[in-house]
């Protein structure tokens, strides 16, 4: 029982460890400098979208890579090695070690990112259709609230207006719901 614990700790270990690597803080520190911290910009996280915003390209496609490894490292070498498979419990606990690393980073006082990428790469591995499934939906949302805008502005409702007191913009709150809000705050049940 003891050993079955040691390696569970041991799995877990390896995992935060992978996960807390901060390879946007430190790809900010490779390329601006010591005095560059890359929380300071953008949206204030470590992640590959503010790398892609504040730096480029090419770093935020590295970052991106990193931290999608971050989930899939530990994972695979969970499923992978017989030690840490621990009867299919090995994987789960590698990936949310993992995942816990990137959020709360050992090496970054634990201030990190919000593990997208890192719990795309362990989904991708424990349920690969979960992760297709996942992205269809996701890619579904997306396109619908294009076709959304598309529409609004092609009927010519405005989604900003200016207020008439004030001279402020604003967004309409009968512009922001959808759905069964809209029609019950427009009286209908």
């Not at 971050?70 to 949310?96: E, N, R, V």
């Amino acid at each position: 029982m003891s050993v079955l614990i040691l390696r569970l700790v041991l799995v877990a270990f390896i995992g935060y460890l992978w996960g807390s690597i901060p390879s946007g803080y430190w790809m900010g520190k490779l390329l601006r400098g010591k005095d560059f911290d890359i929380r300071d910009h953008g949206s204030h996280k470590i992640g590959a979208t503010n790398v892609l915003r504040t730096l480029g390209k090419l770093p935020a496609a590295i970052v991106f890579l990193f931290d999608l490894s971050k989930g899939l490292l530990p994972t695979c070498l969970a499923l992978f090695i017989s030690f840490f498979y621990i009867g299919g419990w090995g994987p789960a606990i590698a990936g949310l070690a993992a995942l816990l690393g990137h959020c709360f980073p050992v090496f970054n006082n634990f201030k990190g990112g919000r593990s997208v990428l890192t719990g795309a790469g362990v989904i991708l591995l424990l349920s690969p259709i979960t992760f297709v499934i996942t992205g269809v939906v996701a890619f579904a949302t997306i396109a619908t609230y294009i076709a959304w805008l598309i529409r609004e502005i092609h009927v010519h409702r405005p989604i900003v207006t200016k207020d008439p007191h004030s001279g402020k913009l604003f967004i309409p709150r009968s512009n922001l719901l959808v759905g069964s809000r809209t029609r019950r705050h427009r009286g209908v049940k």
